[in-house]
């Protein structure tokens, strides 16, 4: 057995200066005897200096930024501190003194807190990050170990880079993007303008605008006397300003749907249609059947597909919902939330085999499917409204969007994980590629497809209420104008019939997958 000379030894050569209380510290940690609140304090006071010192890089980012944060707050307080003197004469103003100095004085409390109580969590730390690299020291001698005056350049070099524009942003208040747009074309047409102002416009505000393009020509897409569409440009007046290329691409992009819902406008009308038709027939069987028969369907398959338990809860949802009046409203609802799921299955299911099954399915659509579960859910309401216009149809499209993400990776997955010697006995047996996937893989992947479907579902019901503002109908609706009215109780009632709808069909699902499997 090593003796603890020995042990001690290796830590004093890495740690170089202070080696002896780095070494107790060290085979403190390895004994796991190191007092809980242990804090070195040279490395609390020299904070990302020390780190730098001594070569932990990761360490030099957490106190840089500690020490960054509580910079931030202090400039903030000269900034808020000297427009509240600025302000101070002008009786109109005082209330935004007030404010000004209101926020001066918490962001100093705020300084001197992250002061202090990061630089207690840095040396708290830093032992605990050091050991770890000394253990990577003793396997891999070209860690860095000791203290070497040099790596300080490269520390030094990165805070001049990153402290004083950081500090100077929050000292300045930001010039607005107009401004900074007016400025830029100013110095374009040879008009002189201040240092700072340029300054301020090119590094604490928006990035500056480094080319302009030719205003792009308007787009009019008119009938002609035999009723056809025709393209009409009309050319940007004489002395138009240059755009950016912001302004130059969304310009291009209106046009494009223009141009798609003029010229192609029976292709999305009989998408509207088919959408339509499916959803009323969805709703004459909810909406349109009495109550009493509906809740009694419900109640069996319930009953069949979950159990006495889940039925109970489902009788009892379904009267919340029939009690406060939303029966009519729910229905709609659920009818949205149906045909939202059908097509989602329909496509997403061989959109998901397919991306099983090929690697070149997988690297085409996976993009996809990240923009499409990034993007946030309003977002999906402008194409919908774009090409489909407003109403329930759209509403539908919007939360396909949305929620056919997981039908596709769900299924994929479920396809993937079905083992290559269940494939390989199929084919030895004479299965043909169809046979194979009908018989051998969907069985195996349905609990991942039957998952699929459940979060489909429930991130259908999740788009209700976004889905209302388009014409969606149904409990968002409710919402919708609670939001508008500020009608907190009707609110919550019908956000509770939400809720409720969405863990009636979980539970069904879920217990219907588990009896099944």
Same mark, same amino acid.
């Given at each position: 057995?090593?003796?603890?000379?020995?042990?001690?030894?290796?830590? +004093?050569?890495?740690?170089? %200066?202070?080696?002896?209380?780095?070494?107790?510290?060290?085979?403190?940690?390895?004994?796991e005897t190191l007092p809980?609140?242990?804090?070195?304090?040279? =490395? $609390?006071?020299?904070?990302?200096?020390?780190?730098?010192? #001594?070569? %932990?890089?990761l360490l030099f980012v957490i106190g840089l930024a500690i020490d960054l944060v509580a910079a931030v707050n202090l400039a903030l307080v000269y900034k808020y501190t000297k427009a509240a003197a600025e302000n $101070?004469?002008?009786?109109?103003?005082?209330?935004?003194?007030?404010?000004?100095? %209101?926020? $001066? +004085?918490?962001?100093?409390? =705020?300084?001197?807190?992250?002061?202090?109580?990061?630089? &207690?969590?840095?040396?708290w730390l830093s032992d605990r990050f050091y050991a770890h690299q000394y253990q990577k020291w003793r396997i891999d001698r070209t860690v860095n170990a000791g203290v070497v005056g040099k790596r300080l350049i490269l520390a030094?070099?990165?805070? =001049?880079?990153? =402290?004083?524009?950081?500090?100077?942003?929050?000292?300045?208040?930001?010039?607005?993007? /107009?401004?900074?747009?007016?400025?830029?074309?100013?110095? +374009?047409?040879?008009?002189?303008?201040?240092?700072?102002a340029r300054f301020d416009c090119a590094t604490i505000s928006e990035f500056p605008t480094l080319f302009w393009l030719e205003r792009p020509d308007t787009i009019s897409y008119p009938r002609g006397d035999d009723g056809? /569409?025709?393209?009409? #440009?009309?050319?940007?007046?004489?002395?138009?300003?240059?755009?950016? &290329? #912001?302004?130059?691409?969304? +310009?291009k992009i209106d046009d494009a749907v223009g141009y798609a819902t003029a010229f192609y406008s029976f292709l999305f009308d009989g998408i509207t249609e088919f959408l339509r038709g499916m959803l009323n027939v969805i709703t004459a069987v909810f909406v349109g059947t009495p109550w009493p028969i509906v809740m009694g369907v419900l109640l069996v398959v319930a009953y069949q597909l979950a159990g006495v338990r889940t039925t109970i809860f489902v009788g009892a949802s379904l009267a919340y919902i029939a009690l406060f009046g939303m029966w009519q409203t729910a229905m709609a609802t659920l009818s949205l939330v149906i045909a939202s799921s059908l097509v989602c299955v329909v496509v997403g299911l061989p959109l998901g085999i397919w991306v099983g099954k090929s690697s070149f399915g997988k690297k085409l659509v996976t993009p996809i499917l990240d923009i499409m579960q990034t993007i946030p859910s309003f977002v999906y309401l402008?194409?919908?409204?774009?090409?489909f216009g407003v109403g329930k149809p759209p509403a539908i499209l919007a939360t396909v969007i949305f929620a056919m993400p997981p039908m596709v990776r769900l299924t994929a997955l479920g396809i993937q994980q079905v083992p290559e010697s269940t494939k390989e006995a199929a084919l030895a047996f004479g299965a043909n590629p169809r046979q194979?996937?009908?018989?051998?893989?969907l069985p195996l992947a349905l609990p991942s497809i039957m998952a699929g479907v459940n979060q489909v579902v429930m991130m259908s019901l999740s788009m209700v209420v976004i889905a209302a503002f388009i014409g969606g109908g149904g409990l968002g609706s409710i919402v919708v104008q609670a939001l508008n009215n500020t009608?907190?109780?009707k609110g919550v009632v019908a956000g509770l019939a939400i809720a409720l709808l969405a863990m009636m069909i979980d539970r069904v699902v879920q217990k219907a997958n588990k009896v099944n499997h």
């Open positions: 057995m090593s003796t603890e000379a020995e042990l001690r030894e290796p830590m +004093q050569e890495f740690a170089g %200066n202070r080696g002896d209380y780095y070494a107790d510290t060290f085979l403190k940690i390895q004994k809980r609140w242990h804090v070195n304090w040279a =490395a $609390a006071v020299g904070s990302f200096v020390w780190a730098a010192l #001594r070569g %932990n890089w $101070a004469d002008n009786a109109s103003k005082a209330y935004l003194v007030e404010r000004f100095e %209101n926020w $001066a +004085q918490g962001h100093l409390i =705020a300084a001197v807190l992250v002061f202090v109580v990061g630089r &207690l969590f840095f040396g030094m070099l990165v805070f =001049a880079l990153v =402290a004083p524009l950081t500090i100077y942003r929050a000292t300045q208040f930001a010039p607005e993007e /107009r401004a900074c747009v007016k400025q830029s074309r100013a110095i +374009q047409e040879g008009e002189e303008v201040g240092f700072k056809q /569409r025709t393209v009409e #440009r009309t050319p940007a007046r004489d002395g138009a300003k240059p755009v950016n &290329l #912001r302004t130059f691409v969304q +310009q402008i194409p919908a409204i774009a090409f194979l996937l009908r018989k051998v893989e009608e907190v109780g």
